[in-house]
């Protein structure tokens, strides 16, 4: 039976160990040992040493003790944005936060206790289950890179879950966008500005009457946009000769998408033209969108676990991307699940009591409805 104490006490210790991006290692050995406990297969991927990290992947695997011979996977990631180097979670009433100067981790921590919490309601009340899949990814916040690294492939699995969305939980993505990103650079000439600035061609003017011809900040209700960083320029006396770009686009419309992108770039080099300046640019696909019909089962099974324990189950959208986009387009159908995390990315970050139990509810309802 699922043991609330147990649920809040695991999430409180594991969001005091710090995990950003890349550097996981505490948090890997603690799940390493945690899933050993547990009595799965354990082990660690290379995603570290392809990615840069301290730590790769770990992957857990407990063997189908049913007639049902399925794999399915369950997922959350370990990294957490920052700041994240000392971590002071406080429980209010129903709330858990912290004190003001670190972001909680509940994204993806919320995930990780849920999943923990299962494993344990599996072995303790020896519940049915099929061949379960768990996978704790690195990097996600940066790129996805942990589930990009992951071969998935080697596990003939049917379908997936991952934990990762702000929402109520019962809500469930069965959309994804597309992602673009990476640098415009705009290359003109430098002058000395107080002798001979004619003879300069400033990349930040050129950027400049180009960048109020752009559609960007919220495009439509499924498409945005934004340029996020600029770095360039040597000193007030010099035209600036150099300037870079970060720029993004997503939209739940890959075609929408395209025809942005496209028209981005096309004001660029036309003003770069214009101005007698230089353009070029990476910017390239990231992710990959998905949608996942009503009809999937893996759709169908969280929507009677929901049922069960009458919580609203809702289909949506989500403008993030998250691991879920990775495997759906490597044709392996994952919904990703709303678990109540709050204000994430923030210091303000906060989940309920209630929501952390919800999630561990969803997962033990799954398995124990699970059919072929
Ligand atoms: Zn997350």
Do not use: W
Not at 34 to 39: E, I
Not at 129 to 152: D, R
Not at 302 to 308: G, S, Y
Not at 346 to 359: W, Y
């Amino acid at each position: 039976m699922l043991d609330q104490k147990r649920v809040i006490d695991n999430f409180m210790e594991m969001v005091k160990i710090s995990s950003p991006s890349k550097k996981e290692r505490k948090m890997a050995d603690y799940l390493t040992k945690a899933l050993n406990d547990l009595g799965l297969e354990v082990h660690e991927d290379n995603a570290g040493k392809i990615q840069g990290g301290n730590c790769g992947n770990i992957v857990g695997f407990l063997k189908s003790n049913s007639k049902n011979k399925k794999t399915i996977f369950i997922s959350s990631h370990m990294d957490t944005v920052v700041p994240c180097e000392a971590i002071f979670p406080i429980i209010e009433n129903d709330i858990i936060k912290t004190d003001g100067t670190s972001v909680l981790g509940g994204d993806d921590k919320a995930g990780v206790a849920a999943i923990l919490e299962l494993l344990r309601v599996i072995k303790e009340d020896k519940l049915e289950h099929p061949n379960l899949l768990i996978i704790f990814t690195i990097a996600e916040e940066i790129g996805l890179l942990g589930a990009k690294a992951f071969e998935i492939e080697k596990y003939n699995v049917s379908y997936g879950l991952i934990l990762d969305c702000i929402g109520e939980p019962g809500n469930v993505i069965v959309k994804g966008p597309t992602c673009a990103s990476g640098k415009i650079k705009i290359t003109g000439k430098a002058a000395h500005a107080g002798g001979e600035p004619e003879k300069g061609i400033n990349a930040l003017f050129v950027a400049a009457k180009a960048i109020v011809s752009l559609r960007a900040g919220r495009v439509d209700f499924e498409t945005t946009a934004n340029i996020g960083k600029i770095t360039g320029g040597e000193a007030s006396n010099i035209v600036m000769p150099e300037l870079e770009m970060s720029y993004e686009v997503r939209s739940l419309s890959k075609e929408k998408l395209e025809n942005l992108l496209k028209e981005t770039l096309d004001i660029f080099e036309k003003v770069c033209k214009e101005e007698g300046a230089h353009f070029s640019h990476t910017i390239k696909k990231t992710v990959f969108g998905y949608e996942l019909g009503s009809d999937e089962e893996v759709v169908k099974n969280i929507k009677r676990a929901c049922e069960k324990l009458s919580l609203p189950f809702v289909q949506t959208s989500t403008p993030g991307a998250s691991d879920a986009n990775v495997y759906n387009t490597k044709n392996i159908p994952t919904l990703n699940l709303a678990i109540g995390m709050s204000k994430v990315h923030t210091v303000e970050e906060f989940i309920s009591i209630k929501d952390l139990i919800s999630n561990a509810n969803i997962l033990i309802e799954f398995i124990k409805g699970y059919k072929e």
